[in-house]
């Protein structure tokens, strides 16, 4: 006899959009969280002047429904990120104003990077969504790197280097890093590269007031203490055709069923008794998470406004490669949210934090101006250093992956489930495929616990 229906590893979105449909079904559910706060990849922090800040995953589209209807249950609140005038691209130490499309390139490099977008997008229609690795084309594919392709196909310079800094701005890892047909999955998961880079109509319009680690402390809230344990970190998972066993730092329970919610990198390194089939640990072993830096740099005033800019920068030239208006919705003080992504936060990472606060302040003056070499606060947040994340923005399948192994990402092992934003085939990667998937593997539980009679 079991004690609980369901044990839940991880109290971030996907675990605890996991639990709540399970316990408001009726089911016995606990969930387990190694960290000393729910959230996971979300994460805020408040500056000096007590303006509080998103330190994770911050921003929701329109498109991310799930994500979108989750707020609105909870009471909390939206508010649109400031995208008024003109933005800014420093390249070859030029730095362009634009108001239109072309993202401050020159006309044939603007040219060249639609052309391939137009390309790209045309792959991404052949991939299937639910199964990858059984798309017409997925063997080509999955044998390219994102790299190899770019280089294939043009010859622009100012075209890679504008690509170059897109993809780990997605991704926080580089072109050379993840197979093409990952990438291809990955922008049409998320209805394709305007929505994906793009603030009004795009992937960054809303953020929640007060930050988005807000919703998983509500759910964790209506779950109750009874529910979620902090400060619990699991060991192992021994399972079984009779249940499972989750073996924490607090001692044991036994479940019928287990739904794992981590990356999946930190998943593989979970001991589980019988080893995981060769399929699935074969999968966790290639996906490692991004590499990424956030930082947040705060101004008396939003002083780029008056100047009529919007805040929205790239730089092709500097290790931070790109920023965002990220003030109150007041406007009672400055906020610029930027990153150092992929191999540049790897470098970074290197640094004291004083090296990086001088490199971050040199990047936002060149891009903003004088007044952008006096900020009020700074603040960081290096995930790859967090040990129950070890990088952000989320997992990547490399070259072969997708193919040799995807079929694994999702597909329960015995009385195990996988939920978490990688094994969303919507959204995948953001806070609405995590919600996505909680749904999933709640209702994959559920109706195994219903045929079962075992609850």
């Known amino acids: 006899m079991t004690e609980i229906d369901v044990v839940v590893i991880g109290a971030g979105l996907a675990g605890l959009t996991a639990a709540r449909a399970l316990h408001a079904a009726g089911r016995r559910v606990r969930v387990l969280e190694a960290r000393d706060r729910v959230a996971g990849r979300n994460h805020g922090d408040t500056l000096s002047n007590g303006v509080p800040v998103e330190m994770g995953g911050q921003w929701i589209g329109q498109t991310q429904t799930e994500v979108l209807k989750l ?143 807000q919703i998983s402390e509500r759910l964790a809230a209506e779950l109750g203490d009874d529910i979620v344990t902090l400060d619990a970190p699991v060991h192992a998972i021994t399972h079984g055709d009779d249940g499972v066993r989750v073996d924490f730092s607090r001692g044991s329970i036994t479940a019928a069923y287990a739904i794992v919610t981590i990356p999946p990198t930190l998943a593989g390194r979970l001991r589980y008794k019988p080893a995981l089939p060769a399929a699935r640990d074969g999968l966790t072993q290639q996906i490692p998470m991004g590499s990424v830096i956030k930082i947040q740099v705060a101004y008396s005033t939003p002083f780029w406004r008056d100047a009529g800019l919007s805040g929205f920068a790239f730089s092709l030239d500097d290790p931070l490669s790109i920023t965002l208006d990220n003030s109150p919705p007041d406007g009672s003080c400055g906020v610029i949210v930027a990153f150092f992504e992929g191999a540049h936060a790897r470098i970074a990472g290197r640094w004291s934090q004083e090296e990086r606060r001088a490199s971050a302040v040199a990047t936002l003056t060149k891009l903003f101006g004088t007044q952008a070499a006096d900020p009020i606060d700074y603040l960081e947040q290096n995930w790859m250093e967090e040990e129950y994340t070890r990088g952000c923005y989320g997992g990547r399948l490399g070259a072969g992956v997708w193919t040799q192994y995807g079929a694994a990402l999702s597909e329960p092992v015995g009385r195990i489930h996988w939920a978490g934003a990688e094994t969303s085939d919507v959204w995948n990667g953001y806070m609405d495929g995590a919600v996505r998937s909680g749904h999933r593997a709640a209702a994959e539980v559920g109706a195994r616990l219903d045929s079962r009679g075992e609850s």
């Open 71 to 213: 707020v609105e249950q909870l009471g909390l609140k939206t508010f649109a990120t400031y995208d008024n005038g003109e933005a800014v691209t420093l390249y070859n130490s030029t730095l362009t104003r634009y108001g239109d499309e072309t993202f401050g390139l020159s006309d044939a490099a603007a040219e060249e990077v639609g052309r391939l977008q137009a390309a790209l997008e045309a792959l991404a229609e052949t991939v299937s969504l639910s199964s990858p690795w059984a798309s017409a084309q997925a063997s080509e594919l999955d044998r390219q790197t994102v790299d190899e392709w770019f280089r294939t196909n043009t010859d622009n310079p100012e075209a890679l280097a504008f690509w170059d800094a897109v993809v780990p701005a997605l991704f926080s890892a580089e072109t050379a890093e993840m197979s093409l047909l990952h990438f291809l999955f990955y922008i049409k998961s998320a209805g394709m590269l305007d929505i994906l880079v793009g603030v009004t109509g795009g992937a960054q319009e809303l953020r929640v007031v007060g930050g988005t680690h």
